[in-house]
């Protein structure tokens, strides 16, 4: 392969311009895995925004209580791979009830098996979190399943997490505020 530039003038000296016939992409094609993630949101026939050099695809979805913006986050290598999903409110925590969120998603995060919350204590921003490794490809069941469970997280939870936040509700009550069947939280 001549890797010489070929742009030459009428005179045949050369231009100066490079040109090699042939432009490297500096960016690796998308995973496998993120691919999955688009073609998961594209069979719910959601909107999306996604972002294959962060490896991240997301929607803003409605849930009986709130909106979230689902974000799933991928990280995809030879040997492993893992698909992460984000429920994030759209409501953030008063500084000056930071400290009773945190005690509130400790309680909650002690009583799950699967999945958790996570509370940015720099801005407020509270997120379900749920995830999926594997040492194989994940297919779009698997992803569901992921993506469900972090969205039922931010479901069930919603209505007791803003009583701790804008209500006054005691962290200490968190769970059984949870629990509660289409009562009024306050």
């Known amino acids: 392969m001549d890797l010489r530039p070929s742009e030459r003038t009428d ?14 992409d500096a960016s690796p094609p998308p995973s496998t895995t993120y691919l999955s993630v688009i073609e998961w949101f594209e069979s719910k026939e959601w909107s ?3 972002s294959a050099e962060h490896d991240s695809v997301g929607s803003t979805i409605r849930l009986k209580d709130c909106a979230v913006r689902l974000r799933c986050s991928v990280y995809h ?4 791979r893992r698909v992460t999903a ?3 409110f759209h409501a953030y925590v008063p500084e000056n009830r930071r400290t009773a969120m945190a005690e509130a998603l400790a309680r909650i995060n002690y009583s799950l098996a699967v999945g958790a919350f996570n509370l940015d ?10 995830w999926h490794s594997s040492d194989t490809d994940i297919n779009l069941e698997m992803i569901d399943r992921t993506a469900n469970r972090a969205l039922n997280l931010a479901e069930k939870f919603f ?27 306050q």
């Open 159 to 185: 209505p007791a997490l803003m009583a701790v936040a804008f209500g006054g509700a005691s962290p200490k009550d968190v769970l059984e505020l949870a629990n509660r069947d289409d009562e009024t939280v």
């Open 48 to 50: 999306y925004d996604s």
């Open 121 to 130: 204590m720099s801005d407020g921003e509270v997120s379900a979190r749920n």
């Open 11 to 24: 005179d045949g000296k050369r231009s100066g311009k490079l040109d090699f016939g042939v432009v490297p």
């Open 77 to 80: 290598q030879d040997d492993w």
């Open 86 to 88: 984000y429920a994030v």
